[in-house]
């Protein structure tokens, strides 16, 4: 089946840092990836997506690329805020097995804290 | 822009209660998604409909069961309630592209935190 591993967390930076969040996923066929963001008391909100390989999803600043050889999603952004502060999930989705196109598969979550 | 509506945001029941949750998807939409989080955990897909028929089914307990309306609006009930359905349910849509099989990404709500005590 399906599976999404991300880094394991928490994450913290200081503001203006770097920032690199690995995901690599197992699926048959060729799913969709996306980066979810869940700020504090909030549903989940999507942040990028790729559909196909060597699509590079992007949005404020945070970027990811669907690689197909390493299997591998990392999301990245150049310079954080404080604002950016949040749970990040991985995820796929795919029509392999019968698996209906938005039925997603999450990863664990990445805990990120950025300090002023 | 409309969103998904969930409702109610929040809910307590006490244990062997029943409860209903609703989720209102965005105007157009086809498809509803029931997602639960456990404290600390990454959501796990439950069940979704499409024009009201069930189209996938994944870890829903047999004490669930939930439908998808005539205007597309979705129930999730919940029977004989246990403290380790304490979570956040958080129900998604999405619409089908016209000529093909696959769906646009799903748009989620902002959940029902149920507290079972």
């Known amino acids: 089946g399906n599976s999404v591993t991300q880094m394991e967390g928490p994450v913290t930076l200081s503001e203006e840092a770097f920032l690199t969040i690995n995901c690599t996923y197992t699926?048959?066929?060729?799913?969709?990836l996306f980066w979810y963001v869940q700020y504090p008391g909030e549903g989940l909100q999507l942040l990028l997506k790729?559909?196909?390989?060597?699509d590079k999803g992007s949005n404020k600043g945070f970027e990811a690329t669907y690689r197909k050889e390493t299997t591998s999603f990392h999301l990245e952004k150049g310079s954080v805020q404080v604002s950016d502060s949040a749970v990040y999930f991985c995820?796929?989705?795919?029509?392999?097995?019968?698996?209906?196109?938005?039925?997603?598969?999450f990863g664990q979550g990445t805990i990120l804290t950025v300090h002023p | 822009a409309a969103g998904v509506i969930q409702s109610p945001r929040h809910l307590i029941k006490e244990k062997r209660e029943t409860a209903t949750l609703k989720c209102y998807p965005i105007?157009?939409?086809?498809?509803v998604y029931w997602y639960q989080q456990g404290p600390g955990q990454d959501p796990q897909f439950l069940i979704s409909?499409?024009?009201?028929?069930?189209?996938d089914k994944g870890s829903i307990p047999d004490r669930f069961s939930a439908q998808q309306f005539s205007d597309y609006h979705s129930e999730l009930n919940m029977s004989s309630l246990e403290l380790g359905d304490s979570a956040l349910y958080f129900c998604?849509?999405?619409?089908?592209?016209?000529?093909?099989?696959?769906?646009?990404?799903?748009?989620f709500g902002q959940g029902t935190r149920l507290t079972v005590v």
């Open positions: 998604a849509s999405s619409i089908k592209n016209r000529g093909s099989s696959l769906n646009t990404e799903a748009f």
């Open positions: 699926a048959t066929g060729y799913p969709s």
């Open positions: 790729a559909t196909k390989a060597d």
């Open positions: 995820a796929l989705s795919g029509r392999a097995g019968g698996t209906s196109y938005g039925k997603l598969t």
């Open positions: 105007p157009r939409h086809d498809t």
């Open positions: 409909f499409y024009e009201k028929m069930q189209s």
